[in-house]
Every structure is written in C-alpha cells, then in structure tokens.
C-alpha cells in the first residue's frame, strides 16, 4: 500500500471528490469518496482504492506519477520552475545551482524544486485547481521533502528566494516553446518575454 495526505476535499453528502498526494515519491490521485476526509488526514491507496484506517472510502478517478517525467534543465524559465503544456517534462532553470549544501546535507534543487514542486503544481491545475492553491499545495510538499532530508526548511527557502531573485535580473534568452503559459495568464509583461525567447 502507498500512503498519501488529504489535501483537498469537498463535496455533501455521501459523494465527495478528494485530493491525496504522496510527499516523498510524488503520487497524485483524485478520488470519488463517500464520505469528507479531512485535510491533512493520512489515507493508503492499494490497486485504485483509498482506506483510511481501515476503511475503504472509495475509489481513483485520476492517477499520476512523476517515475516517468523528464527534467529539463537547457532553457531559461520565468520564476526559476515551470513545466511543459502536456506534462511530460518539468523544468529548473538552467541558470540556478543544481544543488547546495545545507549544514551536512546535499540538497537538489532539481528534486525539490522540479520534481516536486512543479510537476504537483502541474498535475493539480491540470485537474482544474486555480494555480494559486496548485502553487500552495506544491509549496507543502517541497518543504514536506526537504524536511524530509533534515534540512531546515527557513534556511532552504531563504537561499532558494535569494536564487530566484538573482535570476529575475537576468533577462531571458532561450525559454522553451512547450512551456505551459498558464501560470503568467495575470503577467502580461513575463508572457510576452517569454515568447520572444522561444528557442
């Protein structure tokens, strides 16, 4: 059995949709339950059912998994992450560290910031979640694996604003034509950067 988190959950009732997602190896799935789960509730999933404790709440409508997503790292992305229109890849931009080290532990950036940042922001807007909550969502399970490392997640996400704010002065050269627009639909200055540095 896989466990996830609650992270979303609405409906009335004995029908109700419901949001879980795996922290450690990104897991996403969307779910019909009868019953409402709270947020942050701990639920396994096991060959498309969810049981919290052990009670079977209901079953998968969506299931997606980062094992088979691709890491871009070649092009300059607005905002230091991004990913592309079908899913298929995720990107960190090509001007930020890979890596550092915080304390004795090695941090990647390419983990924490691409695969699971993004491609849960991605898989959450693609479901039809505003990207303001895709974006908090992603948010907790970033710092949820970074915690996991033992790494303090205040010194992590110092460094990493530091990192985007260093990069935002930069201009942009070679952003990728696949690149989901989505997340700059409010900016239209970034939007028009960005395909003027198709590549």
């Not at 949709?17 to 009868?34: D, E, G, M, Q």
């Not at 931009?93 to 890596?99: C, G, V």
């Not at 710092?143 to 033992?150: I, K, P, Q």
């Amino acid at each position: 059995m896989q466990e996830y988190v609650v992270v979303w959950c609405r409906g009335h009732g004995n029908n109700y949709k419901t949001c879980i997602i795996s922290y450690v190896v990104p897991r996403y799935a969307l779910l019909k339950t009868f019953m409402k789960i709270r947020v942050g509730s701990a639920v396994k999933e096991s060959k498309g059912a969810v049981y919290f404790g052990r009670e079977k709440l209901g079953r998968v409508l969506v299931f997606k998994s980062g094992s088979k997503v691709e890491v871009g790292l070649n092009h300059d992305i607005k905002y230091t992450g991004g990913y592309s229109k079908d899913g298929n890849t995720v990107f960190l931009d090509r001007r930020f560290p890979k890596s550092h080290v915080f304390g004795k532990v090695r941090i990647s950036f390419v983990a924490s910031i691409a695969k699971h940042h993004e491609i849960v922001e991605k898989w959450m807007i693609d479901d039809g979640f505003s990207y303001e909550h895709s974006h908090r969502i992603a948010t907790g399970v970033e710092r949820a694996y970074v915690e996991s490392m033992g790494v303090d997640w205040k010194s992590y996400d110092r460094l990493c604003k530091k990192e985007v704010k260093r990069i935002l002065c930069m201009p942009l050269h070679k952003s990728p034509r696949s690149l989901d627009l989505a997340p700059y639909h409010d900016n239209k200055e970034a939007l028009s950067e960005i395909r003027k540095t198709y590549s």
